[in-house]
C-alpha cells in the first residue's frame, strides 16, 4: 500500500485544475515511505497530445520513485504510450483525471496494475 501526504494531493488536484486542458506530469518524491513532494522536471512538455519527460534531467535523488500526471478526460486508466512511460522509470504512477479530485486519483504499479493507496 502507498503512503500519500494529504497536502500533496490537494496541491495535485490543484495544479491539475490549473493546467487543464493541458496535462500536467512530474515526478514524486518520498519521504521516510511517504510521498511527499512534487517535481517537476526542467524539461517537461505539457500539451494535449500528453505529456514528454527527459528522463536525463531528472536530479540524481533515490527518494524520486515515481511520477504523477493528469487526464483532461474522466478516464484515469493508462494509455499504451503511458504503459511504456510506466515501464521505463520508477515504482508507482499516479494519474489523476478530470475533474481531478482526490477519488479521481489512481497509482499504478510499472506494469501498469492498480497499487491501493493510503492518504496519511
Ligand atoms: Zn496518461
Avoid at 37 to 52: D, H, L, N, R
Avoid at 84 to 99: D, L, Q, T, V
Wanted: charged share 25%.
Amino acid at each position: 500500500m502507498l503512503r500519500i501526504d494529504r497536502e500533496l494531493i490537494e496541491f495535485i488536484c490543484q495544479t491539475a485544475k490549473n493546467m487543464h486542458p493541458d496535462e500536467f506530469a512530474s515526478f514524486l518524491r518520498e519521504e521516510k515511505g511517504v510521498i511527499k513532494e512534487i517535481i517537476f522536471s526542467p524539461v517537461a512538455f505539457f500539451g494535449k497530445t500528453g505529456s514528454i519527460i527527459d528522463w536525463n534531467s531528472l536530479p540524481l535523488d533515490r527518494n524520486i520513485k515515481g511520477t504523477v500526471h493528469s487526464h483532461p478526460i474522466p478516464d484515469s486508466s493508462p494509455s499504451k504510450e503511458d504503459l511504456y512511460f510506466f515501464s521505463k522509470f520508477g515504482k508507482y504512477h499516479g494519474i489523476i483525471a478530470f475533474p481531478y479530485l482526490p477519488e479521481t486519483l489512481v497509482f499504478y504499479s510499472s506494469t501498469g496494475e492498480i497499487l491501493r493507496h493510503e492518504i496519511i
